[in-house]
């Protein structure tokens, strides 16, 4: 069982893959954004748990994001269209000031195919604060202590 876990979640680097999307997991980044917050692990399972509670609200961003792209990139072919609409994602696990463990969720459309600073660096460096980039760029706030949807944003179009 741990050799076939190990093989889901790379016990190195806390990658893995959920809902067919890359993910890694940074388990003690210090955050502008959460500073009153302490870094703390997430473990796959946990992930588990976060796609049950993001599943409505992700189907829909996913679809909204999809029919963008398809207008944009109309006269390119299938594979470019695809290579567009995936996603990996990069997990930010905390505890906030009353012990509840919190967790943000960015979520990238295609790394590879973005600017050269996100080329192979999404599994090492989370990607931080992005202004805009529309549907390309979202994220949720997810409470796991309290099973909960806190927040969801979708980046607006520069």
């Known amino acids: 069982m741990t050799l076939l876990l190990c093989s889901i979640l790379s016990c190195t680097n806390n990658t893995g893959n959920i809902s067919g999307m890359d993910y890694v997991i940074f388990q003690s980044v210090e955050s502008n954004r959460f500073s009153d917050h302490t870094p703390t692990k997430l473990n796959h399972s946990e992930v588990e748990l976060i796609e049950t509670i993001i599943k409505t609200e992700l189907k829909e961003i996913i679809e909204f994001h999809k029919i963008q792209t398809e207008r944009i990139y109309s006269n390119s072919n299938k594979s470019d269209l695809e290579n567009h609409i995936k996603f990996v994602r990069q997990y930010l ?49 997810v409470d796991l202590t309290n099973n909960s949807l806190i927040d969801v944003s979708i980046n607006s179009v520069g």
């Open 93 to 141: 696990p905390f505890r906030n000031n009353r012990n509840e463990k919190i967790v943000f969720i960015q979520f990238i459309c295609n790394p590879d195919d973005k600017y050269e600073r996100y080329k192979n660096e999404w599994e090492t460096k989370p990607v931080g604060n992005i202004i805009d980039g529309g549907s390309c760029y979202f994220n949720f706030i």
